[in-house]
């Protein structure tokens, strides 16, 4: 995984280039939110993600020099122990980046296809398909916010998931997809 800041007047643009399915922290429970669930903690019932907040964490595998540049920035990078082997023995290290859906900045989150070179605009609830998805590859921009408390928020500009496929999946993923709203809707008629 590769990140580059951009630093402007006011905020910073951070991309992550070649990330892969773990440094877009798989589970539901705190870290992918893209549905925008409310979730409680469970052993104090305190609510740590409001209902239709969408989110997701992305895990920090950077050398120690990157990660005190990302911290000098004000970024809140949360840190702990994980029970998970795959992250190895140091402490899992990520941020939360905030998705927004309105306002003059709004989130656009695609997923691609490397094979046929297409991408599709994910809109409204097809977003809540990430939160159970692998992924094979992802590359996303997003942009800091200082507020006037001198806290910092990540809000995502622009977001691009490749779908890992299983091997069904990956043999017929090359077929055009035929049947759209119209035949579903039974006005349309049957190309077969």
């Known amino acids: 995984m590769k990140l580059t800041i951009d630093k402007r007047r006011t905020d910073e643009i951070i991309s992550v280039f070649e990330a892969e399915n773990l440094d877009i922290l798989p589970g539901t429970k705190y870290f992918r939110n893209f549905s925008g669930l409310e979730k409680r903690n469970e052993k104090t019932g305190k609510i740590v993600n409001s209902a239709g907040r969408r989110n997701f964490c992305l895990a920090l595998n950077f050398p120690t020099d990157v990660l005190d540049e990302l911290a000098a920035l004000g970024l809140d990078i949360v840190e702990f122990n994980s029970q998970n082997e795959e992250y190895g023995d140091e402490p899992l290290r ?86 759209g709203d119209e035949y579903a809707s039974g006005e349309g008629e049957l190309p077969f």
């Open 94 to 179: 990520f941020i939360r980046i905030q998705i927004s859906e309105g306002g003059r900045a709004p989130s656009a989150l695609y997923l691609m296809n490397e094979e046929k070179k297409t991408k599709k605009l994910l809109k409204g609830s097809e977003v809540n398909l990430l939160d159970g998805s692998r992924f094979s590859k992802v590359e996303l921009s997003f942009r800091t916010w200082h507020k006037e408390d001198g806290k910092v928020s990540l809000y995502l500009n622009s977001a691009y998931f490749w779908l890992e496929m299983s091997s069904i999946e990956a043999r017929f993923a090359d077929y055009d997809e035929i049947l």
